[in-house]
């Protein structure tokens, strides 16, 4: 509400325009029953759009569904095919050079690969001995997830005995190379196309002579199975049984009734999609099962292209689509949160391909984007790397939407009834944030009445045509709030439009919006906002005399509503200037600026939404500041995906951010107190055996000869000698080190030069005179003042001296090298890259040196698991799933001893215990230290 009581409806988001209300918005209807217009949340309200299909010549050539061969791409960007003559494999590499990888040909040599590392060339050549007989037909080519090639082998009439059966695949390892493993399918089996699913299981299309069917492998490629998730590897000790029990092994596929099928895919919920078509002629029809069941209608093909048929053409000639190939490809959904899977199918004329999604009411819907496929060579369509790929003889291409599309001429909306709940309102204007392209116009028409009946029948008026503003544009393209000014364009069409409502006067009122183009660009109109009611300055501000006559009245009502646009503006700035000091109200641009008013600052990378839970709960975080648990919170704030949780929670997670303070290490092993990378603990020392100075340093510096003479018995006599000091040479300092350790238990021991200054001040306040020292040194004491003392050459064999030097090396030294340290141990994902990581790891080193005690030294480091045998606890300590081992090695990417070379046969390895295969993961681009603990 504006400070002279006016307030509006607003128009922003789908709903808003076409769902709400006690009355439904309508939207115009073309002659087909088409709505003329639509809403998309990237252009608002526009005109519907049209699809184009690609117009044929009498000369072009149609493709053959029986003649289409596989394709499919590796991680690495190289492309594998079945060659023209069907028995070959040919591959692609990202420069365009091509090599045949199956069969080998006569004497030649063993394809090297994309990679400089491949085992021997004994271990890499293929033996085409190890598929029965000549090159069998090929049928059929996948990738899987496990970084495998499959390809299947049919029954060849040509060669071998009429009748025999060489139905099976040929399973290629692209880590390691090798010979091909070989599957035999049964005798009766004739596989026409394959699918890989995202966990690593296969679907085979086959169209045997009995009937179509398919079948579903699992990541293995050993047996097929049904799509159930198999048992947990975790069973009770003495149970007699497995609490669940193990999937059924299927004796053969799922037998389906799908005529003449073409290709298989799945979408993500498991379902098996299946193209096929009565005949050679006829429109396709698309199948759904569920292991084996159907899981809907089929969706039939035949006129699914009504709409995009131009105007004089017969819809009978261009509405069917033949499929040639189908794809299944997840994009991100309207909100760009969510995400809906698309249907990608080629049709047998090789020139376009159509995106269409199945409906909740069971209807195909198809997409109006144009995808143009121009010399496409038939071998199908391929989902790789987020895209829909198709060939032609040059290579491979990505499958985009072209720009060219065919809108509606215009259409009308009409609006919902709006309340002001005032009777007699005068409504006063509207706003509309869109672009208005030269050649388009939005015509706008009111009635307004006091009750709806009377507004139903009400008369339509039409209102002054739209202008363009001068404020800011207060919903930008993407459909956000905006506080920037208009963006200008070369003809100046975008920004808020307006116009000033002339005989809107009632409680209820209602709008219709005509919108039409004579160009190519459709008006779009991204948000409206309906003012009401006016603020009269003739009836505040002027004598009563001005409104006497009421037509002249109104006309300087209407006249005066123009300053008062102008001035409102000005006065909602200054009455809102309240909101720049709360962090919920506070734009983007201030919050920084609020930040410094507590006398705080933040790195320049945090998002708004971190901003404000630090404004949000900086009471909370200053209370605690300077301590353990206030640093924590801080750097939680700064890295968790959620952050205000954190402030909600009772008890953080045992996977996360954890601090180490040194000084505690040295009663207790680092492991012990949460950093997995430490010690486990310290040395255990029998308690009868345990030296202490009482005993005197004659027994120790006998312990002392005997250990080394133990560990190195060709070790010389000065070597045999306990010095008080840490050794500068090695082995003498590792067998000083390990000694020291276990004698008097010490976790990291040291006594040396850089200890000096520590020394001194030991003895200043054991004994606070020098001459005090002299008297309890004897002998034994140099210098001449407390500053001067230096270090002992030999070690104290009784007394004072040796006292203070078992004290000095057990407890004051290792104290004063952990003071007021500490160590930020932050965890890490295994998956993300050594960017996020990097980044991850500099936000907290900039929290901490903001939050740290100014006295503190800390250093910041991550770690990717807490697992030490004996001292860790599965699934508290550490999570199950992926090493970090698990990834192959990537020359220029990968790190040693963080990925395994590939060598041999690998694939019955590759899942993991703890994995779940049906779980999808969403990386984001900032690592979240909260990780759950994956059962």
């Not at 307030?7 to 076409?18: A, I, N, S, Y």
């Not at 115009?28 to 299909?53: H, I, K, M, N």
């Amino acid at each position: 509400m504006d400070p002279n009581g006016g307030t509006f409806h607003l128009l922003l988001t789908g709903d808003d325009w076409l769902a709400r209300g006690p009355i439904a918005p309508e939207v115009s209807v073309d002659e087909s029953g088409s709505p003329e217009l639509e809403w998309r949340p990237a252009s608002g309200l526009t005109a519907a759009r049209r699809g184009f299909l690609f117009s044929r010549t009498p000369g072009s050539v149609t493709l053959d569904p029986g003649a289409r061969r596989g394709a499919d791409r590796d991680r690495y960007g190289a492309w594998y095919a079945i060659g023209d003559d069907r028995r070959s494999v040919i591959r692609t590499l990202r420069d365009g050079s091509t090599s045949t990888v199956w069969p080998p040909g006569p004497g030649s040599a063993p394809d090297p690969g994309p990679s400089p590392f491949r085992p021997s060339a004994a271990d890499e050549a293929i033996d085409p001995a190890a598929a029965p007989g000549a090159a069998p037909l090929l049928r059929g080519l996948v990738v899987t997830a496990d970084h495998r090639l499959v390809v299947a082998t049919t029954t060849d009439d040509e060669h071998g005995d009429p009748g025999s059966s060489r139905a099976g695949l040929l399973v290629f390892d692209l880590y390691g190379g090798r010979t091909p493993l070989v599957v035999e399918l049964s005798p009766d089996v004739e596989p026409i196309d394959l699918h890989a699913t995202d966990d690593g299981r296969l679907l085979i299309l086959d169209a045997a002579a009995g009937g179509t069917r398919y079948w579903c492998l699992d990541r293995t490629l050993t047996a097929p199975v049904t799509t159930a998730a198999p048992p947990g590897p975790f069973q009770p000790k003495d149970a007699d049984e497995p609490s669940s029990p193990a999937p059924p092994v299927l004796d053969g596929g799922f037998a389906i009734a799908v005529p003449n099928p073409v290709a298989i895919e799945s979408l993500g919920d498991g379902t098996v999609l299946v193209l096929g078509r009565d005949d050679a002629a006829s429109a396709s029809t698309l199948f759904r099962f569920v292991d084996g069941e159907p899981a809907g209608p089929p969706l039939s093909l035949a006129g699914l292209l009504a709409d995009f048929v131009e105007e004089g053409d017969e819809p009978a000639t261009g509405a069917d689509v033949v499929g040639h190939d189908l794809a299944v490809l997840a994009v991100a959904g309207d909100d760009h949160t969510a995400r809906r899977e698309l249907l990608f199918i080629s049709d047998v004329g090789g020139d376009q391909a159509f995106a269409a999604t199945i409906g909740d009411d069971d209807t195909l819907l198809v997409e109006p984007d144009y995808y143009p496929m121009r010399l496409h060579h038939g071998r199908g369509l391929t989902a790789a790397d987020d895209s829909i790929w198709f060939d032609t003889l040059d290579g491979w291409h990505r499958l985009v939407a072209s720009g060219r599309q065919r809108h509606a001429t215009g259409g009308t909306y009409t609006s919902t009834v709006f309340d002001s709940d005032e009777p007699g309102c005068v409504w006063h204007r509207i706003f509309i944030d869109g672009d208005l392209p030269s050649g388009t116009a939005v015509d706008i028409e009111t009635r307004a009445a006091d009750t709806v009946e009377q507004l139903t029948i009400g008369r339509w008026h039409r209102e002054p045509p739209l202008y363009l503003g001068r404020g800011p544009v207060e919903v930008d393209a993407a459909g956000r709030g905006s506080t920037g000014s208009r963006r200008s364009t070369a003809e100046d069409t975008v920004g808020t439009w307006e116009t000033l409502l002339q005989r809107a006067t009632g409680r209820f009122l209602q709008f219709r919006l005509r919108l039409s183009r004579s160009g190519d660009a459709p008006p779009r109109l991204r948000a409206l906002r309906l003012h009401f009611p006016r603020f009269s300055y003739r009836e505040q501000y002027l004598p009563r005399i001005y409104g006497r006559d009421r037509q002249a009245g109104d006309l300087l009502d209407r006249f005066l509503a123009n300053p008062e646009g102008l001035y409102t503006a000005i006065e909602t700035r200054i009455a809102d200037a309240q909101t720049l000091l709360d962090h919920r109200t506070a734009p983007n641009e201030a919050l920084d600026w609020l930040i410094g008013w507590i006398g705080e600052m933040v790195d320049a990378d945090w998002e708004p939404f971190r901003k404000r839970a630090f404004l949000a709960n900086a009471n909370r975080l200053f209370e605690s500041r300077g301590t353990r648990p206030g640093l924590i919170a801080a750097i939680r704030l700064a890295t968790d995906a959620d952050p205000c949780a954190l402030f909600e929670q009772r008890q953080d997670s045992p996977f996360a951010v954890r601090i180490v303070e040194r000084y505690a290490t040295r009663r207790f092993g680092a492991v012990r107190l949460g950093d997995p990378t430490g010690p486990a603990d310290l040395p255990l020392v029998d308690d009868g055996r345990r030296w202490s100075p009482e005993l005197g340093g004659t027994v120790l510096a006998s312990r002392y000869a005997a250990f080394v003479g133990g560990r190195r018995p060709d070790a010389p006599a000065d070597d045999r000698i306990l010095r008080p000091t840490t050794p500068t040479t090695e082995p003498a300092r590792e067998d000083w080190t390990v000694f020291v350790a276990t004698e008097l238990g010490v976790a990291e021991p040291r006594f040396g030069p850089s200890d000096l200054p520590v020394y001194r001040r030991f003895l200043v306040q054991r004994y606070g005179r020098f001459g005090r020292y002299l008297a309890a040194y004897g002998d034994q004491a140099a210098g001449s003042s407390f500053d001067a003392v230096p270090l002992p050459t030999t070690l104290p064999m009784s007394g004072p001296p040796l006292r203070d030097w078992a004290e000095l090396v057990s407890r004051v030294i290792p104290m004063a090298g952990a003071a007021h340290r500490f160590s930020v141990l932050v965890p890490v994902p295994l998956d993300v890259s050594d960017e996020q990581r990097q980044l991850l790891i500099d936000r907290v080193s900039s929290v901490v040196a903001r939050q740290r005690p100014a006295h503190t030294v800390f250093d910041v480091r991550p770690f990717w698991a807490a697992l030490n045998v004996g001292t860790a606890r599965v699934g508290l300590e550490t999570q199950v799933g992926l090493g970090s081992r698990f990834a192959a090695t990537v020359v220029g990417r990968s790190r040693l001893a963080k990925s395994y070379t590939a060598a041999g046969d690998r694939f019955r390895h590759r899942q993991v215990v703890g994995e779940r295969l049906d779980r999808p993961t969403d990386r984001p681009s900032l690592p979240s230290n909260r990780r759950e603990t994956r059962p």
